[in-house]
């Protein structure tokens, strides 16, 4: 049983900055890694980034690499997702999610939080 809740979406202007938390409870064993996807609407979700809880490995999306950074607080079970430089096509529904390393970065976790609304104007 694993809950995951996000938190910290909003509206900002084009080239500001916005920083999403996802609070997790409740682990499985399979659940080793955290990450993060985005979605808009009439596409695909979206891969964004994911982290380890145990030695903070990371990985990022073409798309977001050099802006995003994923960071995680064991202490207080919660992942970070910081986002810099935002545009408006970063715009989305966000997601974090739960699961082994590969099934997160291949888009097939088990766990998922509610999403919380990024939207970016210009």
């Known amino acids: 049983q694993v809950s995951l809740v996000e938190s910290g979406g909003g509206l900002v202007q084009a080239g500001g900055s916005l920083r999403l938390s996802c609070a997790a409870s409740?682990?499985?064993?399979?659940?080793?890694?955290m990450g993060w996807f985005r979605q808009t609407p009439g596409k695909e979700r979206e891969f964004v980034a994911v982290?380890?809880?145990?030695?903070?490995?990371?990985y990022y999306a073409d798309s977001v690499k050099g802006r995003f950074t994923v960071s995680r607080d064991n202490a207080k079970n919660t992942v970070y997702l910081q986002m810099n430089n935002l545009n408006p096509e970063d715009t989305a529904v966000y997601y974090c999610?739960?699961?082994?390393?590969?099934?997160?970065?291949?888009?097939?976790?088990?766990?998922w939080g509610q999403g919380t609304q990024v939207t970016v104007s210009s």
């Open positions: 999610a739960t699961d082994t390393y590969t099934a997160v970065v291949y888009g097939t976790p088990n766990y």
């Open positions: 409740g682990r499985t064993f399979s659940s080793y890694a």
């Open positions: 982290i380890t809880w145990r030695g903070s490995i990371t």
